[in-house]
């Protein structure tokens, strides 16, 4: 049998047993009727005696009493367990309802603490022209700059500031940290001349 609600949670498997059990039931129970039926159609209610409170010869009496003893308790059987298989249903709607709102609740929270970990940008990437210095370090369009070497929202004044840390540091790797699809990026940065304009493209 099923375990009593709330002491442990109730298993899909073990619903599936209770629903096996109850179609066992289920099936006993018409068998008990069609048993009542091949005894000329006596039901639970028919007299087993005859019109002068004999016993009827007509029918198998021991078979008959037996089979409306076995639909009574299988009747009763079958009522706590569907008591049971509703219980147990609704322990596992009420389960995967938490579960659901559980896994929202996080979500949520994970969005939130990555939104509030994200730094402040202070300038966005609008074009990289291919080959340049910044197309080969993987900087993208769209980009959100977050750090420039030196350079971050609280010393950003205008982008004079980055091109001065560009020139200061041709030919050696600066550290770029850029917010990219929500995310925090690192990308390794190198100023150096090319065929093209700046130091950076």
């Not at 109850?22 to 000329?40: F, G, P, T």
């Not at 079958?78 to 609740?105: G, T, Y």
Request: with cysteine; glycine share 6%; aromatic share 4%.
């Amino acid at each position: 049998m099923a375990q009593p609600a709330g002491s442990r949670p109730v298993t899909v498997s073990e619903v599936q047993q209770l629903v096996k059990r109850k179609d066992e039931i289920e099936a006993q129970i018409k068998a008990c009727y069609e048993l009542l039926e091949s005894q000329k159609g006596v039901g639970m209610n028919e007299p087993l005696v005859d019109a002068e409170g004999f016993p009827r010869d007509d029918i198998d009496l021991y078979q008959v009493r037996t089979a409306r003893h076995n639909i009574i308790c299988l009747q009763n059987d079958h009522k706590a367990l569907m008591k049971q298989v509703e219980e147990a249903l609704h322990q596992l709607h009420a389960r995967e309802k938490e579960k659901h709102a559980r896994d929202e609740a996080e979500a949520l929270a994970e969005a939130m603490s990555q939104n509030q970990s994200l730094p402040q940008a202070f300038a966005r990437v609008n074009a990289v022209t291919p080959g340049s210095p910044a197309s080969i370090s993987g900087l993208q369009v769209d980009d959100e700059i977050v750090e420039f070497g030196s350079v971050n929202i609280n010393n950003f004044q205008n982008l004079q500031n980055i091109a001065t840390v560009v020139q200061h540091s041709e030919g050696r790797p600066l550290s770029v940290t850029v917010i990219r699809s929500g995310k925090k990026v690192h990308v390794g940065l190198t100023p150096k001349r090319w065929a093209g304009k700046g130091l950076l493209g």
